[in-house]
């Protein structure tokens, strides 16, 4: 008899996003300005022993350079392989007893349910229209974690700082808080301080955004000295490459401003484009990232993704998934020329086909802040749907 799959296993799949090559990319929300250069030039510089020996049993330059950044302690820094796995290691060190849960507010990052579900964890998502107006609705079925994107991926959404507190003031001595802080980059303020002091709420970073690191996997979380002691036991030693360590540490360092720099013409960028893909229609939601949230031209969003895709240019299709239950598309911000080539190519599918009449009143109607929230009608299932319900695996994680 086949010892696979592992009990609770049968519905997460490989994840899979369409990965063909296109000439311009803009499906991940990668950093389109490139990799931080310091962490470049540590690359470039590399030693034989870089390579050859073993990196630091837990990165410990990184967790300096991390708790610099978040100005906290080196002992409320945990590390790993991007901060997916990071959260794998939260949901390995806190969950797997009887009737423990996570719960959500979706649609979100697809990638929790299925490292929750890894791990011997159900989960559990409420819209977030529902979440917004009544946090109660978050704590339904005594959940053991409560994950928070903010800003939030797929929408880019940023949820009120007071809102979060809310949670965490009624958690005391309660459900784990993970806010994910992905995007905290790109501007608002970080739990991180508060995560330093506060057993009960944990913050995941990553390098894979701000600083364009992606491909060297490296992720952080903050919490207590001891919740990161219990968190580093699942995590394991060695869990950070010895050139990953070396480039994070000094991009998160960022001595010459580099970051600000690109956050600042990326969020100019990312307003001018808005204000175009608003005048063609597609109403994009209010975004606090590196990417854009937008109707799916023809309403469609896999076919649009893959027209689009055959013309050049790589979006991510999130169907049903936009307020009122539309078809979204997700869209990297870059420098103006990509921008310029993303909406030209758009002009040009336009011609081709009709783009159906986006409704503002969709984002006007869709909750207590301006944010610019899904609808209930989100479903999951689909690439990246992230809707209510146990998440399998398969789903579009960047
Ligand atoms: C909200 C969020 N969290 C975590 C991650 C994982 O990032 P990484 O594993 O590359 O650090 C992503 C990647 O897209 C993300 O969007």
């Known amino acids: 008899m086949s010892p696979f799959p592992r009990p609770g296993y049968e519905k997460l799949t490989r994840y899979l996003p369409d990965r063909s090559p296109v000439e311009l990319d803009l499906s991940d929300n990668t950093n389109m300005w490139g990799p931080h250069p310091d962490a470049l030039a540590v690359l470039r510089n590399a030693e034989p022993d870089d390579v050859r020996r073993y990196p630091d049993l837990y990165a410990d330059d990184l967790r300096e350079a991390a708790a610099e950044r978040a100005g906290v302690t080196p002992e409320n820094i945990t590390t790993g392989c991007g901060s997916d796995d990071v959260l794998d290691s939260i949901f390995k060190a806190s969950g797997g007893a009887e009737g423990d849960l996570v719960s959500l507010a979706a649609p979100t990052f697809s990638m929790t349910q299925p490292l929750a579900r890894m791990n011997g964890v159900p989960s559990r998502a409420v819209m977030w229209e529902d979440a917004l107006h009544d946090l109660d609705r978050l704590l339904e079925g005594d959940p053991s974690v409560i994950y928070i994107c903010r800003p939030n991926n797929p929408t880019?959404?940023?949820?009120?700082?007071?809102?979060?507190?809310?949670?965490?003031?009624?958690?005391?001595?309660?459900?784990?808080?993970?806010?994910?802080?992905?995007?905290?980059?790109?501007?608002?303020?970080?739990?991180?301080?508060?995560?330093?002091?506060?057993?009960?709420?944990?913050?995941?970073?990553?390098?894979?955004?701000?600083?364009?690191?992606?491909?060297?996997?490296?992720?952080?979380?903050?919490?207590?000295?001891?919740?990161?002691?219990?968190?580093?036991?699942?995590?394991?030693?060695?869990?950070?490459?010895?050139?990953?360590?070396?480039?994070?540490?000094?991009?998160?360092?960022?001595?010459?401003?580099?970051?600000?720099?690109?956050?600042?013409e990326c969020t100019r960028n990312r307003r001018r484009a808005e204000a175009e893909l608003d005048r063609r229609g597609l109403a994009p939601l209010p975004s606090h990232t590196n990417f854009m949230f937008f109707r799916a031209p023809t309403g469609d969003a896999?076919?649009?993704?893959?027209?689009?895709?055959?013309?050049?240019?790589?979006?991510?299709?999130?169907?049903?998934?936009?307020?009122?239950?539309?078809?979204?598309?997700?869209?990297?911000?870059?420098?103006?020329?990509m921008m310029e080539t993303m909406l030209t190519t758009l002009d040009e599918y336009g011609a081709t086909v009709e783009f159906t009449e986006a409704s503002q009143r969709n984002v006007e109607d869709i909750g207590p802040t301006s944010a610019g929230l899904p609808t209930r009608s989100a479903s999951g299932g689909g690439p990246g749907g992230g809707g209510p319900g146990d998440g399998g695996g398969g789903a579009a994680s960047s």
């Open 156 to 264: 880019g959404h940023m949820v009120p700082e007071e809102w979060v507190q809310a949670i965490i003031d009624r958690c005391q001595g309660g459900p784990l808080i993970i806010v994910d802080e992905a995007y905290i980059d790109y501007g608002g303020t970080s739990f991180a301080l508060q995560a330093a002091e506060n057993p009960g709420l944990v913050v995941t970073r990553t390098l894979s955004k701000a600083f364009g690191l992606a491909g060297l996997r490296v992720g952080w979380g903050v919490g207590t000295p001891e919740t990161v002691e219990a968190i580093d036991k699942a995590r394991g030693p060695y869990k950070v490459a010895l050139l990953s360590a070396k480039a994070a540490a000094v991009a998160l360092r960022d001595e010459a401003g580099w970051v600000d720099n690109m956050v600042a």
């Open 302 to 337: 896999v076919e649009d993704a893959r027209v689009l895709r055959g013309m050049g240019v790589g979006l991510r299709p999130f169907p049903q998934t936009y307020p009122g239950g539309w078809d979204g598309m997700r869209c990297s911000v870059g420098p103006w020329s």
